[in-house]
């Protein structure tokens, strides 16, 4: 089966900094794999390569079955995004909003659409609100909708539950499985929430300083780092521990 997401020595420079470096994965179809990496890891970078709003300055991304430098058009129609940090107009009501959204993704029924998502994610009493006075956390939710307005058959979620109470973001990880199941949708991740990535990711890529360091299953990776959680193996791959030399026994023997 062709990956859905197939990433092919993927770099970006700005000047004399190289932000991605010599990337290389794939992403199987139906599968959620997470994109983790420490702040200037490179995700940001790597994901505005893989929706196409920059240009790689070297490599190849292609996105079921087609080239985004050469042939975007014929795909970002399956494909979306979901960031809390990427601001809707603010002028602009929710609803307002997703219309616009569902109507540049031709969606046959842009009202019908909104009010199912609306009703499903809980936002329907925000629709008359204007986007520039939402919550964080309802920003959140909103973001989602607009990510899921074009029913997407390629899904990239940066902090999808950003901002969101304990129950609200049990709710919308519940609600991302469930979509994957009934879709047979592909996601790529990117979180800073270790039970978050256990729960929903089949794989992990872990990035730092551009360069994808290390990559398996949550549970291969706690195998080979010895730990107990996620949080505990982003950590030592974070700060490079492997590298550290081990520490000496301590001695018993008293010097003479």
Partial sequence: MTPALEVRNLTKSFGTVRAVDDVSFSVPSGATVALLGGNGAGKTTTISMLLGLLLPTSGAVRALGHDLVR???????????????????????VGQNLIVYAELYGVSDAKGRVAELADRLHIADLLDRPAGKLSAGQKTRVALAKALVNHPDLLLLDEPTASLDPDTGD?????????????????????????????????????????????????????????RTMEDVFLDIARDRRAEPEAEPASDEVPA
């Fill in 171 to 227: 709710w919308v990880r519940r609600y991302l499985e469930e979509y994957r199941a009934d879709t047979g949708a592909t996601m790529l991740l990117a979180s800073h929430n270790m039970a978050e990535v256990e729960r929903l990711c089949d794989s992990v890529l872990m990035l730092r300083a551009g360069k994808i360091v290390d990559q398996g299953s949550p549970a291969e990776l706690l195998a080979k780092y010895g730990r």
């Fill in 71 to 93: 042939d975007r058009y014929a795909v970002l129609h399956r494909m979306n995004f979901s960031s809390p940090y990427v601001e809707l107009p603010h002028r602009l009501t």
